[in-house]
């Protein structure tokens, strides 16, 4: 594609040179100066660590055609490669990939941000359009669902960097996928990976404290969530959970208003959904609510409360995409449980059950422990630790938490990434004294397992479906499941 088309969507910035850019001919783009290409445009961003104008004679050396840069920026002398410069380079370069690599994309495009339940809403949007026998996938923390099979796209943020993305997207365009449900990270979008995209409808869960080692403050963290909206198609409706913190309900409903966008809310307080009665059943939940102007009660095999606000976050997505679809509540009694929340991962011959979950907040351990609670005949017990190179104002937070909520804590390692694991342990055994620190996670299990009687429930958050417990930078082998399941001898 010759540069003048490559920018047929995107404003060229003004001083552009002028230089006949249909000569220009484009085969790629990248931001990363190790992917390119002879002919690739080379997309300058400054990051957390490293700026990306330092890459720049490397990428004209690998070929590049054409540079994008910030404003101010000088090639190396004698260079000839076409320089564009803009104030906005993360935010153009969205928009080039999308123009590039994602022509052919799905239709109908949902967004889900929140600091908790993004993960599971999109898959349980992916599920029910599935039922409804649209061609559906979800993406985010999980990478794709809904396929059978996909090609390696690398490593998948939960919000992929644009490029990454709009090539994702390109490949379930020619897949004949129509529907897509997909998280918004605060990183995501703080960082313009979605500029590229229009969504039909999006969709805010909560806001809870995380991510401030990256976020300056909690404003910032909650504005950058708030600029999923400056996203949305016109008129596109926002879903929020009304019975999320009341300040923060109304910065969504202030955005809303400022853009012109209609806000439909869902939960006790909701009135396009409304929870009126939830009752824990052994096995489940027993749900009373008002939609589409009438009563419904079904049995959901899914326990926690949190699943059924992110279960009725996606039914009000599934019919807002649509006019005049009525929210599909008879669906939702055949949603399935999302792997590594609140995942039965065994039952031991006494009857205690042992649960995986990814809670890795403090809301979200809270409401786990307090979802579990009503199925606790005997004690709860929760095994977690909290991961390093991560906000770790959380950690005393998670501990005091479990402490409050949990019969016995066991503190251990999840992720400690860079940082010393005796330390991270410390700062949440600090807020948990009468925790058990036991280091090794599959021993701290173990110890776990060992401690259940009849009518007790051992739960092991944090780490959810992941595969690997990342120490110094190697990431070793590690699924909560898994180890559970060796533990105990059982499939
Ligand atoms: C903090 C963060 O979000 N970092 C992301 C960011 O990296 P960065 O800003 O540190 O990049 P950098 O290393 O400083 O490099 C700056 C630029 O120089 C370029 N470069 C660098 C080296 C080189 O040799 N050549 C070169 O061109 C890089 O390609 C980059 O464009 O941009 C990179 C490229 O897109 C991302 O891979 C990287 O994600 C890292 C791996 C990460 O761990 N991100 C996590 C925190 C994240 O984004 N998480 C959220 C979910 C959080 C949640 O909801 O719980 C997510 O969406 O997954
Ligand atoms: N609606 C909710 N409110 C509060 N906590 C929730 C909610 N939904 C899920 N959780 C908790 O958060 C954990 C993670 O859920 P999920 O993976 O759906 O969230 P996420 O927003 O995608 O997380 P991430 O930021 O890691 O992508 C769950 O295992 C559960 O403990
Ligand atoms: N998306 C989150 C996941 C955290 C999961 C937890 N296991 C940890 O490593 O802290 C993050 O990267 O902050
Ligand atoms: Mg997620």
């Known amino acids: ?49 490293q700026d990306g104008h330092t890459y720049i004679p490397k990428a004209i050396q690998a070929g590049a055609a054409a540079i994008l840069a910030e404003e101010g920026t000088k090639l190396p002398s004698g260079a000839k490669t076409l320089l564009i410069t803009t104030n906005h380079t993360a935010s153009t370069l969205a928009k080039l990939a999308m123009t590039f690599y994602g022509r052919h994309i799905p239709s109908t495009i949902v967004g889900i941000t929140g600091t908790n339940g993004k993960t599971s809403t ?28 996909a090609p390696d ?11 990454t993305l709009a ?29 590229g995209l229009t969504f039909k409808t999006v969709g805010f869960t909560n806001l809870t404290r995380d991510h401030l080692d990256y976020h300056p403050t909690v404003e910032d963290y909650l504005n950058a969530k708030l600029s999923l909206l400056e996203h949305l198609e016109v008129g596109g409706p926002v879903i929020a959970n009304a019975d999320m913190e009341t300040s923060i309900l109304e910065r969504i409903t202030q955005k809303a208003h400022s853009l012109n966008l209609p806000l439909h809310t869902v939960g006790f307080k909701g009135e396009m959904i409304k929870l ?31 699943q059924l606000q992110n279960m009725i976050m996606a039914a009000a997505l599934s019919s807002a995409v649509e006019t005049n679809t009525p929210i599909p509540i008879a669906l939702l009694a055949h949603l399935q449980g999302v792997k590594g929340r609140m995942e039965l991962a065994a ?26 609670r009503p199925h606790t ?25 479990a402490h409050k909520f949990a019969n016995k804590v066991i503190v251990t390692d999840d992720n400690p990434r860079s940082e010393d694991p005796a330390r991270i342990r410390k700062e949440i055994l600090a807020a948990a004294p009468d925790g058990i620190e036991i280091a090794d996670r599959k021993k701290a299990i173990e110890i776990g397992l060992s401690l259940l009687k009849s009518g007790d429930i051992l739960v092991v958050a944090g780490k959810g479906h992941e595969e690997g417990q990342i120490i110094s930078g190697q990431v070793y082998p590690f699924n909560d ?6 533990l105990i001898g059982s499939p």
């Open 347 to 372: 039952t031991l011959p006494n009857q205690a059950a042992v649960y995986v979950d990814y809670a890795h907040t403090p809301d979200a351990l809270m409401r786990l422990l307090q979802a579990l």
């Open 167 to 195: 090539k994702i997207l390109a490949y379930l365009g020619e897949h004949s996928i129509t529907h897509l449900a997909m998280e918004a990270s605060s990183h995501g979008l703080a960082q313009h990976r979605l500029d």
């Open 122 to 149: 999109a898959t349980f949007l992916q599920q029910l359009w599935t039922q409804e026998k649209k061609h559906a996938v979800s993406l985010g923390t999980l990478g794709l669902g809904g396929l059978t099979s």
């Open 153 to 163: 796209f690398g490593p998948i943020l939960t919000t992929p960097d644009s490029v």
């Open 276 to 306: 009126l009665n939830v009752r824990p059943l052994p096995q489940g939940q027993a749900v009373h609510l008002r939609a589409n102007g009438q009563t419904h009660q079904f049995i959901t095999p899914l326990v926690g409360h949190f």
């Open 377 to 401: 005949a005997g004690q709860l017990i929760v095994v977690f630790g909290a991961g390093g190179d991560r906000d770790a104002g959380k950690r005393p937070l998670m501990g005091e938490i």
């Open 481 to 486: 499941v898994k180890a559970i399941q060796s």
């Open 1 to 49: 594609m010759d540069l003048y088309h490559l920018f047929s969507h995107v404003p060229l910035p003004l001083g552009t040179p002028h230089v006949d850019i249909t000569d220009v001919d484009i085969t790629g783009i990248t931001s990363n100066s190790n992917d390119v290409q002879p002919g690739f445009l080379f997309v300058a961003l400054k990051g957390t660590k």
